[in-house]
Each structure stands twice: as C-alpha cells, then as structure tokens.
C-alpha cells in the first residue's frame, strides 16, 4: 500500500482548515475490516455559514477577478497535481471506502481527468450574438450562478467531487462542498491540494452528517444552486429545499439500468461487459447495468456464462480484486435483505475470500433469474453486486420492461441487427444508450443523467458547463 497522509478533522473554509464550530468529531470506518481509523469535523449549520459567506467573498475577490483563461490554467495545473499524488490518493480511498486500489487508482485518473478536461473548457464556453431589431446588438452570455452548493455520496468520491467541483470552478462558480460521511478522506486530501494552487475561498469543504450539514446546506439563502448525486428519497428533498429559495438545482439518483442481449449478438465480446458492469464498485454505481435482458433462444447459453464469471469472483481486500467490501454494515445489510427476500433461483454466487476480515461488509456476487420484470428486487435500486437476469421473447417486449421502471439512466443494446440497433437506441427512455458496449462510469466527454426517479440535469460533458451557468442577455439600443 502506498504511503498516505490520512486528513485531519478539519473543516477548508477561506483557504484555512478550520475545526467545526461544535468541537465535534466523528469516526471513519474502514469497510475492509470495520475498524475505526481516522476522524472527520461533525459539521452543523454554523460551519456551513462560514463557508458559503468564504465562497461569496472568493467571488469578490481573487477568485472572482480571474480570466476564463487564468481559471483554465489553475484547474488543469491542479489535474497535473492530482496525478503527482494518484497513488497516495487511491490508498486513501481503499482504505476510507474499501474498493480495490487498481479500482481506486482509475478514479484519481478520472478524477484528475475532470479538471483537465474544464481547465482546457474554462474559456470555450461562447456567448451568442443573436439577430433582433435593427438598430440594437444583442449579446447573450453565460454567466455563473455564483455560489454553488455540492453534496456529492460515498460511492465514488473523488470522481463524483472532480465531476461536480471541476465544471462549477471551470464557470466562475464558488463552491461549498459537503462530501458523504461514509467516505470522504479522499476528498479532504484533494482539497488540501486545491488549496495550494486556488484562491481561497474557490473551494470550501465541510464534512458532517447528510441530516444536519447536508441540510443545512441544501436550505441555505446564501446558495445560488445545487448539485446533488445519491439517493431519491434526499434527492426530492433538496429539489424541495431548492424551490424554497428559487434556485436550480441537479439531481442524479442513481437508477435501474437495462442491458437488452437480443440472440444474434456476439456473446464472447457481451459476457464480461455484462459482468463487470455490476461487479465494479460492488453494485455501488449509479449507473450499474443491474438487469439483463435475455432473449429466450440465448437464455440457456448466457446465464451459463454469466454463472462461470459470478463463481469466479471473490469478495476479497486484496488490491487487484474485482469486488472489495461495501461501504458500511447498513449496505451489507441491506444488500442481503433485498438478495433474501427476492425469492428467485440464485443461477450463481461468487463467494467471500477465506482471509476477508470478519469485520468487513463483504458479500458474494449473485445472480438472479429467471426474475419478474415487476418484482421488487427487477424494480428497485439494490446496490450491490446482484444481477437480475430477465427472459423476453420480442423486441417490443424487450423495450416495455427496459422501460419499465421508474428510473432512466443508462441502458445498451446487444445486437448485430442495425436497424434493430438504431430502433431500441431511439426507444430507451434514459440519458444515456450504449450499442454493443457499456459505460458504467467513465467518458468524462460524455452528458450524463437520467429521467424521473433517476433525477434531471447533466453532468459531465459541456452541458455540464451550461448547468453550472446562467444566461444574461443584454440588448444595446445604439441607432
Ligand atoms: P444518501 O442520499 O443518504 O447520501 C448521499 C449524500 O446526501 C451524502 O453526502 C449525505 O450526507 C447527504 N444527505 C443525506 N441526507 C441529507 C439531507 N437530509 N439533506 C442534505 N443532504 C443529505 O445516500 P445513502 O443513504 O448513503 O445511500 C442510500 C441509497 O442511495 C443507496 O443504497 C443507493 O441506492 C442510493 N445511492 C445512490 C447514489 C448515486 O450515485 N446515485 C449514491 C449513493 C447512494
């Protein structure tokens, strides 16, 4: 394991590390063997305070003042930076959110990725003169909200932080950045590397709990916009919180993603997307391709291989694993009791390695099936390493169950047929499609973000750069 400087329970507001205002702290825990290892600031409204007053003055000072350009140079000399520091980084994350460090190491890649990406973005982002009465010139600019808040979940932390922080910096934003309490080490080291290359006050990080930090973020005046990544059920209460005080808001909740395998396609290249897919990050990804769609004539054929990859993998903390423990015993928990209560064959189970500590949240990747397109375990969100395997028999009925689920996030299509390619693509309900392929993560280029349960707005990408921005436009009635 690489050397790491594990962060203290400090709060960054105004470029300082501030202790919260209460004195209180709270314990990390490691999910590779749930022992406590480090501490982080227990954060209340009074720290939130401070921090969206240290954002605010940022935009009036150094921060405020810089060029689109300048802004550019900061972010991508601070993705240099994060590359300098991956490999301490990624143990940083192993050991606060339990994923193998090979895993760990692709994130600080993307992570870094982000503020290069919006660094080279900053100053591309044009304005519009748009045609209008004779004798006027009218300018349309994208200006920045000003003040954004950030509550980002524990899944993938740093990516998530770089995703959200690094388009919202890239726009002139000020940001206020309450990361989850489950894992947020990264996050905090990250910052503390922010803040020798960004003007204090550009980014601020307040750790805490979701119902007091969170919160208090999420309702504050001084917000000009949020940015949320988790679950549903506080989805729709910060969208409530963003209403009350007439600010916009993002929202990406995760979802229930579909991958149909139609039975002309090329099976070898399918099997391990399909597997890894919901593998990665222990099911833990908002995006995890949880149902496959199997066409009856390949059903016998692909549950087979599926079941030969599922046996093969084992839960373990090793560094070059495929599955790491979940994040916390509540996962675990809730994992299994969703697994137990599906009451659908297991085809196949991996298992939990012999040396997994005891006190770690491991649990053996399952696969279900055959399972009712509209059971609780092929309708809802689980989490976890488990694949729901779903039979069909005709594309149109391949399509209503895809669909068939309050979420839309990501789905592919497994097909050699191009016209079938080109008409299953255009029925998905979701943001993003994949033909012949899956990105559960990855494409920092790429718009990301659902529909209805899944949340509204796009991450990633240069829409990104227009949700983190609002338009002015300016008529000038010279003769
Ligand atoms: P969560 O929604 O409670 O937590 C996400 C973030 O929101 C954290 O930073 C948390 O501190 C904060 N938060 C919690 N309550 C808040 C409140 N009242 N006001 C403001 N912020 C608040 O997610 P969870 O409980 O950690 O996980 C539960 C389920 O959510 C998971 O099992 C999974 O299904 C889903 N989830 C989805 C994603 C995703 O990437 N879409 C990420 C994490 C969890």
């Not at 910052?191 to 204090?200: D, F, G, S, T, V």
């Not at 709990?209 to 989805?235: Q, Y």
């Amino acid at each position: 394991m690489p050397k790491m400087t594990l962060p203290r329970p400090l709060n960054l507001i105004g470029g300082a590390w501030v202790p919260p205002r209460s004195g209180h702290e709270m314990d990390v825990v490691s999910p590779l063997d749930g022992a406590a290892f480090a501490s982080i600031a227990d954060s209340d409204a009074a720290d939130i305070d401070a921090a969206v007053a240290a954002a605010r003055a940022a935009l009036a000072g150094d921060w405020g003042r810089l060029s689109a350009t300048d802004r550019g140079r900061l972010l991508m000399r601070y993705a240099a930076a994060i590359l300098d520091h991956a490999d301490e980084l990624a143990a940083i994350e192993t050991r606060d959110n339990g994923k193998p460090l090979a895993q760990a190491r692709a994130d600080m890649v993307l992570t870094a990725r982000y503020f290069e990406y919006y660094g080279g973005a900053a100053d591309k982002v044009h304005g519009e003169v748009i045609p209008f009465q004779r004798g006027t010139t009218v300018q349309m600019t994208r200006e920045p909200h000003g003040v954004t808040g950030h509550i980002v979940p524990w899944n993938y932390p740093a990516q998530i932080y770089g995703r959200s922080v690094g388009a919202a910096l890239a726009m002139g934003n000020a940001c206020v950045l309450k990361p989850a309490e489950d894992a947020c080490l990264s996050i905090l080291r990250l910052a503390e590397i922010a803040n020798e290359i960004l003007p204090p006050g550009a980014l601020n990080v307040v750790t805490g709990r979701g119902d007091v930090a969170g919160k208090a973020l999420s309702e504050h005046r001084g917000v000009d916009f949020l940015s949320f990544t988790g679950s549903p059920e506080v989805g729709q209460m910060i969208q409530i919180a963003a209403a009350r005080n007439f600010i916009g808001c993002t929202l990406e909740l995760g979802g229930k993603s579909p991958q149909i395998v139609f039975d002309d396609a090329d099976l070898e290249a399918a099997v391990p997307v399909l597997a890894n897919a919901i593998i990665q990050n222990g099911g833990q990804t908002c995006s995890a391709g949880s149902r496959v769609l199997i066409q009856r004539g390949i059903w016998d054929d692909l549950t087979a291989r599926l079941a030969e990859r599922f046996r093969a993998v084992e839960a373990s903390p090793a560094d070059g694993s495929l599955l790491g423990p979940l994040i916390s015993a509540k996962q675990k928990r809730r994992v299994e009791t969703y697994i137990a209560e599906a009451g659908v064959p297991v085809l196949a189970q991996g298992r939990v390695a012999g040396n997994a500590p005891a006190g770690g949240f491991y649990v053996a990747p399952v696969l279900l099936g055959p399972v009712d397109p509209n059971s609780r375990i092929a309708q809802e969100e689980v989490f976890g390493p488990v694949l729901c395997a779903i039979p069909f028999d005709t594309e149109a009925e391949a399509i209503e169950i895809a669909n068939g689920t309050e979420y839309g996030l990501v789905a592919s299509v497994w097909t050699r047929d191009g016209g079938r390619q080109a008409r299953v693509a255009n029925a998905m309900r979701c943001g993003q499609v994949f033909i012949n392929g899956y990105g559960a993560g990855g494409g920092v280029e790429l718009p990301f973000g659902g529909i209805r349960k899944s949340g509204h707005g796009r991450e990633k990408g240069f829409e990104a750069l227009h949700e983190f921005s609002t338009i002015r436009t300016i008529v000038n009635h010279h003769g």
